[in-house]
Structure formats: C-alpha cells, structure tokens
C-alpha cells in the first residue's frame, strides 16, 4: 500500500509537510518559538511591529529598521476610497469575518505592487495587509452602527491606533500595550490550518491578497480562530451559574466540546494561555471587574477535573480561553474578537506566504498536491453506462 493510506482521515496530523524557518512548537512542554525567540520573552519584550519584523525578514530590527518599518505601516494606514465604499454598501448584519474576507481581493485592487513578485514587492504588500486589515476591521464596526470610519492617527502605536480607530477615544496606555501582547501572542503558530490554507494557496502561484483571503476563511471556524468569540458566549451564558461543575459535566455528557480547551499540537497548557490568564486578573483588578476572569478559572477547574475523570489529561486551555474575557474587558464586541485574531495573525501568514513563494526553507517552490482514494462509485475503467436524461430513472443517494 501507498504510504498515504497511513496518514490519510487523520487532517494530516503527525504528518511533516514542509520545512519552515518562522515558528516551532514544543507540543509536549508547551513552549512556542518565532524565528528562534521565546513567545514569553517577546510579549515581555517587543511589539507587535517588532515581532511582525522579526517574522517577515527572519532578525531582529535595529531601532533605524524598526523606525522605517513602524513609518511604513503607519503610511499604509489610510483605507483608499473604493474599499471604504465598497463596506458602505453590504448588509449591517453581515459577520465582520466575511465582511473581513471579502476586502482581501478588494484590497488587492488598490495594491500598485500586485502583479510584481519579487521578495521586496511582497514585503510592501504585507505591511500594507498588516496596516490595512485593522483598518477594515474598525471603520466596517463604524459603519454598520451608522458612524464615520475615523482617519488614523500617525501618533499612535498599532494596538492604540486600532482601539482609537475602533472607539474613537484615546485608549488607555496599559489597556492598549496589553492588547498589543495580545498580538504579539496570536501573530504566528506554524502550520496551523490558516497557515496552511495560504501557503497552498500560494503554491499555485496566486497573489499574496488570494492566500489571504482563504486564510480568514479557515481563521473564522469555530475549531480554529471562532473559538474565542465561542468562549465568550459560553462565558455570557454562564453569569449567574451557581454550579459549573455540574454545567460542565453535562455538556460534556451530552457530547459538547468546551471551547478554549483542547488543541491539535499542544499536549499541556498552551503557554500563550499561561500569559493571558495573567492579563485577565491584572485587567479585572484595574477595571474593577473580576467577574469574568473568576468565572473563566471555574470554568477551567471544572473542565480540568472533569477530563481528568475522563482520562483526557492532554485536554489544557490554549490561547482562545482567556483571550475571550480580556478582549471582552478590553471593550471588543464578541464578533471582532476573532477578526482581532486576523489583525495579528495577518503577519504570520504573510511571512508563511513569502517563504512558501520564494523556497526559502527548502530547495525550491512544490505546488501542493496530494492524493486522495477514491471510494465513490466505479464500473471499471470504462465508466459507468450514461443513461439519457428523457426515461432516466430518479436514484436513491446511496
Ligand atoms: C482544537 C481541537 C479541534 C483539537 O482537537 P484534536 O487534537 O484534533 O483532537 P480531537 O478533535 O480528535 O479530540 C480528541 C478527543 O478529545 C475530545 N476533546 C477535544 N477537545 C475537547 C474540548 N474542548 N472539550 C471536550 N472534549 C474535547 C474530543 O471529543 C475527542 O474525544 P474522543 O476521542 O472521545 O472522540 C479540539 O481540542 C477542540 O475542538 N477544542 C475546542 C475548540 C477550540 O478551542 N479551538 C481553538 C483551538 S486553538
């Protein structure tokens, strides 16, 4: 048998598919790596931009690069017209995540560098995506609420431009530099099913805008980048719950997954969770409102004791869990917190789309391609007998 039928049903788990410089993941000791660095040093230590950098070019910039490259992205702010148009005119109701897909080609027809292909003209698309795609994010949550998208302003960092664009006050400092870790924490997870989504794209040689556009698409599911806004509704639900455990039993008695737990790689606390769950008692301490960081740790000792019941002791929180109440304490409506992830991860798959493009951690571009068996319905390889429409009769789907 071909070595497929080992690994085929199983959504490619265990199963090396490329090499990659950008990120690495230690499933088992929960420990996540961009382009050598530790997660934990990086949200201590560097920006969003920083880090965006340091995925991009692959090192660390100096303070003339990271001056040029923040400018850049600050310059590439401003939405063209047709694109704010083009918001104007879809339904209020719309989700934010396809209104969020939807631009990806919208923007691409504003991009003067689309049909260049060199490894400088992709850079350039990816700040214009990475200062672009928070831009849409805010001015459709003020349009379809009636308001005028508001300009950016140049002054400001990426996290505090983005709450201003999106609230229209000046955000507060500490609020703004957590959002930013936040970012920071979300920008890249090797190949996550988003990831892989735009490096397929891209191995047939589409532009940067088309494998992003497929990568909001697998970010908005509800086993991907959906899970924190799933959170927060089961959050919502929860207020006034006199007994989680026994909520919790129940829901996994009746077959539900309890959002924010589980993940593909991870096998112990995914360690972004770990840094949340910090944020998320330090912002109910200044915010004064404890009650949805006490009500996530409940949860997440009910869910614990219940999968340890069960014998699923790899089942931890990862990085939805406790990013659904600090974006909720953060003022972020339910629906943007997944489109917030986007806002992060854009430059994660911008740097998995370049070096997919351009070979750069294997000996050349390989267009993916891989095999399925079929199982469908077969007379022989001269097909099955076409019978004509006119006296053919209806068959039962089997
Ligand atoms: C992320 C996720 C899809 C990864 O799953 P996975 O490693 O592929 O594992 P599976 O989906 O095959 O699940 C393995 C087992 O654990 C159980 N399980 C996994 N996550 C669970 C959860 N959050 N709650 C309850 N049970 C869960 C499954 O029901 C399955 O049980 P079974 O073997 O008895 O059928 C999964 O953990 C999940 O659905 N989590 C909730 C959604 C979420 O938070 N997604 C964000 C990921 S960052």
């Not at 019978?387 to 209806?394: D, F, H, N, Q």
Request: net charge neutral.
């Amino acid at each position: 048998m071909s070595q497929t039928a080992n690994v085929k049903n199983t959504g490619l788990r265990g199963v090396t598919v490329a090499d990659t410089r950008i990120s690495y993941i230690d499933g088992e000791k929960g420990v996540l790596i961009y382009r050598g660095y530790r997660i934990e040093e990086l949200a201590q230590k560097s920006s969003f931009l920083e880090t965006a950098f340091l995925l991009l070019n692959g090192y660390l910039p100096d303070e003339e690069e990271l001056r040029e490259f923040t400018s850049k992205v600050s310059a590439e702010r401003p939405l063209p017209a047709h694109v704010t148009d083009c918001l104007r005119k879809l339904p209020a109701k719309a989700s934010p995540m396809d209104v969020l897909q939807a631009s990806a080609p919208v923007l691409a027809m504003a991009d003067p560098d689309l049909s260049l292909e060199s490894r400088e003209a992709n850079i350039l698309k990816a700040i214009r995506l990475i200062a672009r795609v928070p831009a849409v994010v805010a001015a459709w949550h003020r349009i379809r609420n009636g308001l005028e998208p508001l300009p950016p302003d140049e002054d400001m960092a990426h996290a505090n431009n983005f709450l201003w664009q999106l609230q229209g006050r000046r955000p507060d400092a500490e609020i703004a530099r957590d959002l930013d870790v936040c970012l920071i924490l979300h920008a890249d997870h090797t190949f996550n099913a988003s990831t892989f989504a735009c490096r397929e794209v891209v191995s047939t040689r589409a532009h940067m805008y088309a494998g992003v556009a497929a990568g909001i698409g697998a970010l908005s599911g509800s086993l991907h980048g959906g899970a924190n806004a799933r959170v927060m509704k089961m959050l919502m639900e929860l207020q006034g719950e006199k007994d989680i455990p026994s909520w919790v039993r129940g829901q996994l008695e009746q077959g539900q997954r309890i959002m924010g737990m589980g993940h593909a790689v991870y096998k112990t606390t995914d360690p972004r969770a770990n840094i949340l769950r910090e944020m998320s008692g330090r912002l109910g301490k200044k915010l004064g409102e404890m009650k949805w960081n006490e009500l996530s740790l409940q949860v997440e000792q009910a869910a614990l004791a219940e999968f340890e019941k069960r014998g699923k002791t790899t089942l931890k929180p990862n990085v939805d869990f406790y990013s659904a109440p600090v974006y909720h304490m953060m003022g972020i409506p339910d629906d943007l917190m997944t489109p917030l992830f986007a806002i992060s991860r854009i430059a994660g798959w911008c740097a998995h789309i370049i070096e997919e493009k351009f070979a750069e951690a294997q000996e050349k571009p390989a267009l993916y391609r891989p095999d399925s068996e079929y199982v469908g319905n077969y007379c022989g390889l001269l097909g099955c007998t076409y019978e004509p429409l006119k006296g053919r009769k209806r068959e039962t789907p089997g």
